[in-house]
């Protein structure tokens, strides 16, 4: 069953799935773009604000690097957790969301102050420090993404959908598979800038990786952009637009921690030191 047009049922992405949820109720109020915008922002500041937390607290008791470690992987986990419960039911969001977006913020921000004492500690100096150059980043492809989509240059056709999720269930599992092992102490390299040579071939090896993966979380943009017009244009109900600022959320993070590592692969191979 399509939905004006829209078969939810067509697309690999598994946030697209759940076509009942997007389907229109009658009499019913009916998500909107701006409705969509506001709790992407409103979540968005829930990330930042976790961010500082997380900075802070990490901070106020002196963490040693290995609980540093730790507590990053700790929060990962959880978000991880979180995404595929929200996935499985797209309603929990309303409540799975701003609990998501402040545990993803304390994530990256901790494991932004990590990558920055890790430089640090070896000599590299970032200009305006990797979280500004993140950001910048972050900022830049999105604005960048949306732009293309508005003018149609790229489009959330079936295929490209089909496409684009394909390769982030590949990236997943190359994820998955090196924490598995780096559990029984074998490091998999050029996945992280922490086991990535810091020059020679291994270095731009780890630098294309890098940036391959920052292209699909970008493309990722264009699917959650399509997802949010044709929800919209199906008429679905008000309470989806959490579901939908959640899926955005989640791809902006997952682009700022992609930006974060381009920010210090850059640097490393600059050679920029103090």
């Given at each position: 069953m399509a939905l004006r047009g829209f078969n939810l049922t067509e697309s690999s992405n598994p946030a697209l799935k759940h076509r009942e949820l997007f389907a229109p109720i009658s009499g019913a109020e009916t998500a909107s773009i701006?409705?969509?915008?506001?709790?992407?922002?409103?979540?968005?500041?829930?990330?930042?604000?976790?961010?500082?937390?997380?900075?802070?607290?990490?901070?106020?008791?002196?963490?040693?690097?290995?609980?540093?470690?730790?507590?990053?992987?700790?929060?990962?986990?959880?978000?991880?957790?979180?995404?595929?419960?929200?996935?499985?039911?797209?309603?929990?969001?309303?409540?799975?969301?701003?609990?998501?977006?402040?545990?993803?913020?304390?994530?990256?921000?901790?494991?932004?102050?990590?990558?920055?004492?890790?430089?640090?500690?070896?000599?590299?100096?970032?200009?305006?420090?990797?979280?500004?150059?993140?950001?910048?980043?972050?900022?830049?492809?999105?604005?960048?993404?949306?732009?293309?989509?508005?003018?149609?240059?790229?489009?959330?056709?079936?295929?490209?959908?089909?496409?684009?999720?394909?390769?982030?269930?590949?990236?997943?599992?190359?994820?998955?598979?090196?924490?598995?092992?780096w559990i029984f102490g074998i490091y998999v390299p050029f996945i992280s800038v922490f086991t990535t040579p810091e020059s020679g071939s291994g270095a731009w090896i780890g630098l294309g990786i890098n940036v391959f993966v920052l292209l699909v979380a970008s493309l990722m943009l264009i699917v959650d952009f399509g997802m949010i017009e044709k929800s919209v244009k199906a008429g679905s109900p008000k309470r989806i637009e959490w579901f939908l600022g959640f899926t955005l959320l989640v791809t902006l993070a997952w682009i700022y921690y992609e930006a974060v590592q381009l920010s210090a692969r850059v640097a490393i191979l600059a050679g920029g030191r103090d």
């Amino acid at each position: 069953m399509a939905l004006r047009g829209f078969n939810l049922t067509e697309s690999s992405n598994p946030a697209l799935k759940h076509r009942e949820l997007f389907a229109p109720i009658s009499g019913a109020e009916t998500a909107s773009i701006n409705g969509v915008i506001n709790k992407t922002a409103f979540l968005t500041v829930l990330a930042v604000i976790g961010g500082i937390g997380g900075v802070w607290i990490a901070k106020t008791i002196a963490m040693t690097q290995g609980v540093l470690i730790g507590w990053s992987l700790g929060t990962a986990i959880v978000t991880i957790g979180l995404y595929f419960a929200a996935i499985r039911n797209p309603m929990r969001a309303v409540a799975l969301a701003p609990i998501y977006a402040l545990i993803q913020g304390a994530f990256l921000g901790v494991i932004t102050m990590l990558i920055d004492r890790w430089l640090a500690s070896s000599g590299y100096v970032v200009a305006g420090g990797v979280a500004l150059q993140a950001f910048v980043i972050t900022l830049a492809i999105l604005v960048s993404m949306l732009t293309l989509y508005y003018f149609r240059i790229l489009q959330a056709t079936p295929m490209f959908t089909r496409v684009v999720s394909t390769l982030v269930l590949g990236i997943f599992i190359a994820y998955a598979v090196s924490f598995v092992l780096w559990i029984f102490g074998i490091y998999v390299p050029f996945i992280s800038v922490f086991t990535t040579p810091e020059s020679g071939s291994g270095a731009w090896i780890g630098l294309g990786i890098n940036v391959f993966v920052l292209l699909v979380a970008s493309l990722m943009l264009i699917v959650d952009f399509g997802m949010i017009e044709k929800s919209v244009k199906a008429g679905s109900p008000k309470r989806i637009e959490w579901f939908l600022g959640f899926t955005l959320l989640v791809t902006l993070a997952w682009i700022y921690y992609e930006a974060v590592q381009l920010s210090a692969r850059v640097a490393i191979l600059a050679g920029g030191r103090d």
